[in-house]
C-alpha cells in the first residue's frame, strides 16, 4: 500500500496573522488555533486541522487524503458540518487516576499472593524481593494488554487505546509494546550503570553520575510529555491514542 505524505505547516504570527485573526477552532477538539500549532489543510474542502486532529481521524477527510501543498492565502476557510467522532480525548486526571488503580491492583495482587502461599505451606512466606520484582515487571509491562487494549485501571475509566490510523482498538501488539519500550530505554540506562560500576576508576565513578542524572532527565521529559500532550513517545511512534467513548 502507498501512503501519501502529510503537508503540515507551523503556525508563525508573522506568516499567518489573517489565518490567526480569523479566530478558528478545530472541528475535533474544538481548540482555537494559536501561534506554534502545526496544522493540515484538507485539499477539498480547505478545511483546517491540528495535525494530532488528522492522524486521529485516520489521515484522511472529505473520503481522500490529499492535503494542500501550501499555506493557503488569505482567505477564510471554514468547515460546513462539524465532524462527530464515536471518541474524546481522555484528560490527565483520568490517566493519573488509571494509572494508579493499576498500581493499587498489583500490589494487592503481590500481597494476595504473599497470603496465599504462606497459608498452603503452612508459615513458610515467600521472602526473596527480587521476585516480587519479577512479577511486578511482569505484571506491569502486560498490564495493557490483560484486557486486550486496555489495562484494568483503565477500564475502570471506560478507556481504551485505539489505532490513530484506523479508529479501531489497539492491537495486543501495540498496547504490549508501549510499555516494552520504556523498559528498554531505562534497561539501556541500567546496562550503562552497571558497566560503570564494573569500571574501578574515576572515569567510572563520573560515569555513574551522569548516567543517573540522564535517567532523571529522560523520565521526567517523557512524564512531562504524558501530562502536556495526553500520549507518551511510544505512544506516538506506535501510533495509538487512549480515548473514551462518547
Not at 489521515?59 to 468547515?79: A, E, G, M, W
Not at 494487592?108 to 526473596?128: E, Y
Not at 563520573?206 to 517523557?222: P, R
Request: aromatic fraction near 16%; hydrophobic fraction near 45%.
Amino acid at each position: 500500500m502507498r501512503f501519501r505524505s502529510v503537508n503540515s505547516y507551523q503556525i508563525r504570527e508573522e506568516s499567518h496573522q489573517h489565518f490567526l485573526l480569523e479566530d478558528r477552532n478545530d472541528p475535533v477538539t474544538g481548540d482555537s488555533f494559536s501561534e506554534g500549532d502545526e496544522v493540515v489543510f484538507c485539499s477539498v474542502c480547505k478545511s483546517a486541522f491540528l495535525k494530532d486532529s488528522w492522524a486521529y481521524m485516520g489521515n484522511k477527510h472529505c473520503d481522500q487524503r490529499s492535503t494542500l501543498p501550501v499555506f493557503p492565502k488569505p482567505k477564510k476557510l471554514k468547515l460546513q458540518k462539524p465532524i462527530e467522532l464515536p471518541f474524546v480525548w481522555v484528560s490527565s486526571d483520568q490517566r493519573s487516576s488509571a494509572f494508579f488503580i493499576d498500581i493499587l491492583v498489583l500490589i494487592l495482587f503481590c500481597i494476595s499472593l504473599a497470603a496465599i502461599v504462606t497459608i498452603s505451606f503452612k508459615g513458610q512466606s515467600i521472602s526473596n524481593p527480587y521476585l516480587y520484582f519479577l512479577l511486578g515487571f511482569v505484571l506491569f509491562t502486560f498490564r495493557d494488554s490483560i484486557l486486550i487494549n486496555t489495562s484494568i485501571g483503565k477500564a475502570a475509566q471506560e478507556i481504551y487505546f485505539i489505532d490513530v490510523t484506523t479508529n479501531l482498538p489497539a492491537t495486543v501488539g501495540q498496547t504490549l509494546g508501549r510499555n516494552l519500550l520504556y523498559w528498554v530505554m531505562n534497561g539501556i540506562f541500567a546496562l550503562a550503570f552497571l558497566i560503570a560500576r564494573a569500571l574501578h576508576n574515576e572515569f567510572g565513578e563520573f560515569s555513574v553520575f551522569f548516567i543517573g542524572l540522564a535517567v532523571i532527565i529522560t523520565n521526567f521529559f517523557y512524564i512531562k510529555q504524558n501530562i502536556e500532550k495526553n500520549y507518551s513517545w511510544f505512544d506516538k511512534l506506535l501510533g495509538i491514542r487512549l480515548v473514551k467513548k462518547r
